[in-house]
């Protein structure tokens, strides 16, 4: 991203520990300060939409500033578990952003017959496929959005507001 790592550090907090992102969705956002497994905070985000219940749960397991570094674990209320972690890089430009997930589905794979281990690892395949789709297409919207945030906090800046 062109903006300075610090600049996307502050955003990633705001968005994920402050939970704006999932305001700015609709969602109610409740913040998790009473709970050992949730040692760094969390959060609880609930939206409703024609009776479907929306409801995930983040466990923050690192905040590091030094790093910028953002770990968690969020369960979601179809009975899906996902672990992630964002790490903000300098480069010369600005930054990178890597994002590393691994989730875990209840999901049923339907099959006739025997269900084989080819089945699965298909099933999976797609899965994976769909995910990475989504969240490039996320976070090249996501990108646009913080670097036009940080070029009208630049234009402030120098206009001297």
Known sequence: MSVPPDFLWAELK????????????GFTVEQITD?????????????????????????????????????????????MSVLASYEVTPTAGGCTLRLVAHARSTERIAH?????????????????????????AEWQVQKQRIEALHRDAASAKAAGK
């Open 14 to 25: 705001r968005m994920y520990v402050l939970a704006e992102k999932f305001r700015d969705q």
């Open 35 to 79: 709970d050992s497994t949730a040692w760094l905070g969390g959060t609880i985000i609930t939206k409703v939409d024609q009776g479907r219940v929306d409801r995930r749960i983040a466990r923050f397991t690192a905040i590091d500033d030094a790093r910028r570094l953002l770990a968690l674990e969020a369960d979601y209320a179809d009975g």
């Open 112 to 136: 006739s017959g025997e269900l084989r281990q080819s089945d699965v690892q298909r099933h999976v395949r797609r899965l994976v496929a769909d995910a990475e789709e989504g969240l490039r």
